[in-house]
């Protein structure tokens, strides 16, 4: 690690920290060179592959600018989309790759997004899936209201928070299995 004052190749690590969240280490450097001090923060770095090969550190952003996509129009807040960009995050991370194809992130974003908005999933499945007819979007359906019929009603989608029929149900939707 340079020094950021005197440019010296070399460094001394004085203190180590891990942040609250567990995702990067603070350390406290002190150059021999000039003696002074500074902070540098590690986080490890993960790649998404593009399907044309490309590759490109992963953006949270960009989660979150998909799921706003598929959430147009639907009673879905900024905060709710924050935390969902987040939840796919935590998930990609914790696969323990250095670099994860983009169509796996798509995937990361599926279950997440199906808890939180019903209509949004089967948007966003629908892209990603690549579904080709109308039969695609029926299996999908059928699915979901099989699921329904299993846990009596649907799993804190968005009929619960309009005050629609269902259970009264208190789950975090972004509960990582």
Do not use: N, W
Request: with cysteine; net charge negative; glycine share 8%.
């Amino acid at each position: 690690m340079h020094c950021p004052f005197c440019r010296h190749t070399d460094s001394r690590v004085v203190d180590s920290r891990a942040s609250e969240d567990g995702t990067s280490i603070r350390r406290r450097r002190q150059c021999p060179e000039c003696g002074r001090r500074f902070t540098t923060i590690e986080t490890t770095s993960l790649s998404v592959t593009k399907r044309s090969g490309a590759s490109e550190p992963f953006s949270r952003d960009k989660v979150l600018a998909g799921a706003r996509k598929a959430c147009q129009g639907r009673p879905v807040s900024e905060g709710e989309l924050a935390l969902l960009a987040q939840s796919v995050e935590d998930t990609v991370r914790a696969s323990g790759v250095a670099e994860i194809e983009a169509h796996e992130v798509g995937m990361a974003v599926l279950e997440p997004l199906r808890r939180l908005d019903e209509v949004a999933y089967l948007r966003f499945a629908s892209v990603y899936r690549a579904f080709e007819s109308l039969t695609d979007f029926e299996a999908e359906i059928s699915l979901l209201r099989a699921e329904h019929q299993l846990s009596d009603g649907p799993p804190g989608g968005a009929a619960d928070r309009d005050g629609g029929e269902g259970p009264d149900v208190a789950a975090t939707p972004y509960e990582t299995p």
